[in-house]
Every structure is written in C-alpha cells, then in structure tokens.
C-alpha cells in the first residue's frame, strides 16, 4: 500500500474529524496531494488540494471555511482537517497524489489511497 487514509468515523452534526494521508514508500512533497470524497450513488468528488510546493490550497466550494488541508513534512502525510460537519458530508473519502492540471478533478492523480469512511448522522 503505497498511499494510506485514516481518521474516519462517525460523528454528529456540528462536529469535527481529521483525516491523515500517509505515504510509506515516497515522500509527499514531490506531488499534489488531493481529498475526494464518493457517497453512496453519486460521483466522486473533489474536495481539496495542496499544491507541494508553494503552498497553495483549493476547496470545493460545499467545504470552504470547514475544512482545511495542511502538510506535515516531518511524517510525510497530509491532512484534512473538518469542522461543521453536515449529513451531506457523509462519504468515503480517499487521498491521491499527483501532478494534476485541474486539481479537483480525479484524473492524472498516480496513487490513491484505499479510503476512509466518514458518517454524519444524528
């Protein structure tokens, strides 16, 4: 497993999860790193970006001001880290690494990491 989710669970809504993106076999900081996220019948979507090296950062516009994507260069992983989580918020979500041109979208991304659940119910 070259790229590894982590960090999903079920919360209510209001609250708040980080997920983690590791990576066992490359470092991190040679590729974009991307969250998506796939509900049950519907599309994968993208949810975040970071840029590896000049620190730029993207959202899906349903997760802007809620979520937050950061780097941890020392133990090569990536984070996403949710406030506010809404029903709708509900997916398995899974990182990816890669040089995209379009980084909310899920092609040209070279690994991708097996997914972690994250459930939003009361």
């Known amino acids: 497993v070259q790229l590894q989710a982590s960090g999903g669970g079920s919360v209510q809504p209001g609250g708040s999860l980080r997920l983690s993106c590791a990576a066992s076999e490359f470092s991190l900081d040679n590729y974009g790193i991307g969250w998506f996220r796939q509900a049950p019948g519907k599309k994968r979507e993208g949810v975040s970006f970071s840029h590896p090296s000049d620190g730029t950062t993207s959202y899906a516009n349903s997760v802007k001001g809620r979520f937050t994507i950061s780097r941890d260069h020392a133990k090569n992983s990536v984070y996403l880290q949710m406030h506010s989580l809404k029903p709708e918020d509900t997916a398995v979500y899974y990182c990816?690494?890669?040089?995209?041109?379009?980084?909310?979208?899920?092609?040209?991304?070279?690994?991708w990491g097996q997914g972690t659940q994250v459930t939003v119910s009361s």
């Open positions: 990816a690494a890669g040089w995209p041109s379009i980084p909310l979208l899920d092609v040209e991304y070279e690994f």
